[in-house]
């Protein structure tokens, strides 16, 4: 089954603590994106990946970091998490064009 | 500049009736794709319909439509015949340019409309 999984799916934290959101998708897409999904604000691209070890930044790239080492995982990493990344976040894959495909969705608390 | 703009935060409809939720977008680029995606309460995101800029036919699917209006930049999702099962979060989205730029891997949002489907 084509799709993209996140985890962990829910997670509670403390500031400071660092903390990696996995993805992995197994479409062989090329394009991967993270975004955040706050209220009122829809969803908004944190940093996305073109490629195997091409990344960029997206509208709100600060205070995370992503890696694409392999085409099939892009994870999201938060050095020093604080609570204004208390959000929900997505992971989402394309081959490009029509369609992206989301992950499920990561609620991610941070006290 | 906000460039995807959806005005109604909330929206009723009676089951079985159509509802249209509005979106309004911003773009100088010629190339752009338009997307529909719903997110029920359990929270995924999924996808519904998808405009390209230079399709002259409005996409549908099933009970889906979009009633693209390029000169007015608007891209207004109907639902026919509303289920119960329609409730939900629906949001408007844009792809600018293509794929050099980047653009086929970033989407804008707008902020989303909430449907409640009453029986």
């Known amino acids: 089954e084509a799709q993209v999984t996140q985890n962990p799916r829910y997670l509670i934290t403390v500031t400071g603590k660092k903390l990696t959101v996995t993805c992995s998708q197994n479409?062989?897409?090329?394009?991967m994106s993270w975004y955040r999904q706050d209220p009122g604000l829809g969803l908004r691209q944190i940093y996305y990946?073109?490629?195997?070890?091409?990344?960029d930044k997206g509208d709100v790239p600060e205070g995370y970091k992503v890696s694409r080492k392999e085409k099939r995982n892009f994870p999201l990493i938060l050095e020093s998490p604080s609570p204004n990344q208390t959000s929900l976040y997505f992971c989402a894959s394309s081959l490009g064009g029509d369609e992206q495909f989301f992950g499920p969705g990561t609620r991610l608390t941070v006290l | 500049a906000q460039k995807i703009t959806q005005t109604q935060p909330g929206m009723f409809v009676q089951e079985k009736e159509a509802v249209t939720l509005d979106c309004t977008y911003d773009?100088?680029?010629?190339?752009?794709?338009l997307f529909w995606y719903k997110q029920p309460s359990s929270g995924e995101m999924i996808f519904l319909i998808y405009?390209?800029?230079?399709?002259?036919q409005n996409a549908t699917e099933g009970r889906y439509s979009l009633n693209f209006q390029k000169a007015r930049k608007s891209a207004n999702l109907v639902i026919s015949a509303s289920q119960l099962g329609d409730s939900a979060m629906y949001f408007c989205a844009m792809r600018e340019g293509g794929v050099f730029s980047g653009g086929y891997n970033k989407l804008i949002f707008g902020a989303g409309t909430r449907l409640a489907v009453h029986p």
């Open positions: 479409m062989n897409h090329e394009y």
């Open positions: 405009q390209g800029s230079y399709d002259e």
């Open positions: 990946s073109m490629n195997v070890e091409v990344t």
């Open positions: 773009t100088s680029d010629q190339s752009y794709g």
